[in-house]
C-alpha cells in the first residue's frame, strides 16, 4: 500500500491551495482518506476526513468554511482543497487511510496506512 501526497508549496495569507492524495494497493472505496497535519512542534491533528462508505465530510472547526475534502473514486485520490489560508495553516500534510468507525474518524492512531507528507507554509 502507498499513499502519495503532492500540492504542498509556499502560499501567501489569503491563498488557495490545492493537496492530492493517490493510492495504491487500497480503495477510497473501502477507506476512510484522511488528512492530518503537523506544525513544528506540535501534535499531529486532524484535518479532514471523507467517509468510506456515504461520501460524507467532516472537517476541524479550525478549517471549516475554508477547506473542503474530496474523492475521486475513479482516479482513486482524496483531495484537499484549501481556501483563504493562513499562517497557523503551516505544517506538514500528510494522507491517510483508515478502516475505523465513525467515532474514531478524528484520531490519527486509528489510520493505519500514512502517506509521507507534503510541506505547506503560509507567508504573512
Known amino acids: 500500500v502507498q499513499l502519495q501526497a503532492s500540492g504542498g508549496g509556499l502560499v501567501q495569507a489569503g491563498g488557495s491551495l490545492r493537496l492530492s492524495c493517490t493510492a495504491s494497493?487500497?480503495?477510497?472505496?473501502?477507506?476512510?482518506g484522511g488528512w492530518f497535519r503537523q506544525a513544528p512542534g506540535k501534535e499531529r491533528e486532524f484535518v479532514a476526513v471523507?467517509?468510506?462508505?456515504?461520501?460524507?465530510?467532516y472537517l476541524a472547526d479550525s478549517v471549516k468554511g475554508r477547506f473542503t475534502i474530496s474523492r475521486d473514486n475513479d482516479k482513486n485520490t482524496v483531495s484537499l482543497q484549501m481556501n483563504n489560508v493562513k499562517p497557523e495553516d503551516t505544517g506538514v500534510y500528510y494522507c491517510?487511510?483508515?478502516?475505523?468507525?465513525?467515532?474514531?474518524?478524528?484520531?490519527?492512531?486509528?489510520?493505519?496506512?500514512w502517506g509521507q507528507g507534503t510541506q505547506v507554509t503560509v507567508s504573512s
Open positions: 471523507v467517509n468510506r462508505m456515504s461520501g460524507r465530510t
Open positions: 494497493g487500497l480503495s477510497f472505496r473501502n477507506y476512510h
Open positions: 491517510a487511510g483508515s478502516q475505523t468507525v465513525l467515532s474514531g474518524l478524528r484520531d490519527s492512531s486509528n489510520y493505519r496506512y
